[in-house]
């Protein structure tokens, strides 16, 4: 079946649509607060947890940092993350006490700071027994990214369980699987600990990212 | 859980899609990482799940660029510019329809302005528009927009860089292994092949994937003419033998 704008591969399986980046004006489209636009009756944003949500309440915040050491203004991420019992719940609710996706952006008048607050999520059970340790999925969009990124945050207080973890792990170098990690920076952020998680998109300490 | 960490996706061809250091789009020169991806030979639920968006409200116009914004809802009517319908499928690559997944949208207003803080261009704002859209699809992978046809506008990149018109268009697909944001050009712009952000795909049947098609089947009469585009996202595999042995 050949659509009007799909590529078919030879063995007639078509081609992915071709990616672009998302732009400078992202934010009308995926986080309209940030351009100035009027919330529709529900956005999805960054509270991944509300006052119900069961586990360890954290707040994250981070910034995304280019290969010159500037700070990416512009750029938005999208969150994935199992809850405090390690169970991913796909149904995005903004009602229920915990969604597993959430967005967030840098801001000019945060200087390029983006957070988003949530609960620690549990170790995930992998079918073979084995356990992944606590993480957070991330996708990084911004102009100039012409395909998203994508990486995990660990724990860096989590240390046995970051050992024990597949794919923590799969990360050849062990100096790259310290980028990471996130740095617990404070005990009392507006929601329980903050932990701090930059990324670097290019050069020094430069984050590792996954194609899966 | 098992379930899930034996669902398989096409891998991705990133030769297909642009590359992330891609000179001529200047941004992307600082933007893109040196390092080579880690590539995840087993994916986990954490890679092969994703949102479900069926339970997210939705207004009336979240879909209708013409009607869901007014600057001052005494005042400003309709938007100005070309009206279209920007319609099409979300299908696998298995040209399976991919149902009630989220397909979000922005753009630009006829003269090529956003209606963002940080646009300065100097074409006018239109009361009567704000330039996002969002809907999900329905069983058989169809979605819909109605809006205007955006203007193209000039960035800086080149002494002298023009955006082709375009749609920003977001899409999620059945897990977070699936998730593309891309652009709908028109077909026909002489602009297209001039755009530094088109030239980053070295195919040029890659950036035939991203050209929607005038679909004059579902135009209206003394109403709008309609664009048609298909948005193909990775194919889901089926797994016959679910053990390695
Ligand atoms: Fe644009």
């Known amino acids: 079946m050949q659509q009007p704008n799909a590529q078919p591969m030879a063995d007639g399986v078509l081609r992915e649509t071709a990616s672009q980046t998302a732009g400078p004006y992202v934010h009308i489209g995926l986080a309209l607060d940030i351009a100035g636009l009027p919330p529709r009756e529900q956005e999805v944003w960054n509270r991944l947890a509300g006052d119900q949500a069961e586990g360890e309440r954290i707040e994250i915040v981070g910034r995304v940092i280019d290969g010159n050491g500037d700070i990416v203004r512009d750029a938005l991420l999208e969150v994935w993350q199992a809850n405090a019992d390690g169970q991913y719940q796909p149904r995005f609710d903004s009602d229920a006490p915990f969604n597993s996706f959430g967005r967030t952006a840098a801001t000019v008048e945060n200087d390029g700071e983006w957070q988003f607050f949530t609960v620690k999520p549990g170790a995930v059970a992998l079918a073979n027994g084995r356990q992944m340790a606590p993480h957070i999925n991330l996708m990084v969009f911004a102009r100039g990214i012409n395909i998203q990124l994508s990486t995990r945050l660990y724990f860096e207080d989590e240390t046995e369980a970051n050992a024990g973890c597949p794919i923590f792990n799969a990360i050849e170098s062990p100096t790259r699987r310290q980028t990471l990690l996130a740095r617990r920076e404070s005990d009392d952020g507006e929601s329980g600990a903050r932990y701090r998680f930059d990324i670097r998109l290019q050069g020094e300490g430069e984050t590792a990212f996954f194609d899966f | ?245």
Request: some cysteine.
């Open chain 2, 1 to 245: 859980m098992s379930d899930i960490e034996n669902r398989r996706f096409v891998p991705r061809d990133r030769n297909w899609h642009p590359a992330p250091h891609t000179p001529g789009y200047k941004t992307s020169v600082a933007r893109s990482p040196r390092q080579a991806l880690v590539s995840l030979l087993k994916p986990t639920v954490s890679e092969l799940s994703g949102p479900d968006f069926r339970h997210l409200r939705m207004g009336p116009n979240d879909n209708d660029l013409l009607l869901n914004f007014r600057e001052d809802p005494q005042h400003s009517g309709l938007p100005i510019g070309e009206r279209i319908i920007m319609h099409g499928r979300v299908i696998d690559q298995f040209g399976k329809p991919v149902p009630h997944t989220l397909v979000e949208m922005w753009q630009a207003n006829a003269g090529g302005r956003y209606r963002h803080k940080k646009d300065q261009y100097l074409a006018p704002l239109d009361p009567g528009f704000g330039g996002v859209g969002r809907c999900l699809t329905d069983e058989q992978g169809w979605y819909r927009f109605r809006t205007i046809k955006p203007g193209p506008y000039p960035w800086p990149n080149d002494i002298n860089s023009w955006r082709p018109a375009h749609i920003h268009v977001s899409v999620m697909g059945p897990s977070i292994s699936t998730r593309l944001i891309t652009q709908m050009y028109f077909e026909g712009d002489p602009l297209i092949p001039l755009c530094p952000i088109v030239q980053t795909l070295r195919d040029p049947e890659a950036v035939a994937t991203m050209v929607g098609r005038l679909d004059m089947a579902h135009s209206r009469t003394m109403d709008c003419l309609t664009y048609r585009f298909d948005l193909v996202v990775r194919g889901e595999l089926q797994t016959w033998f679910e053990n390695q042995g």
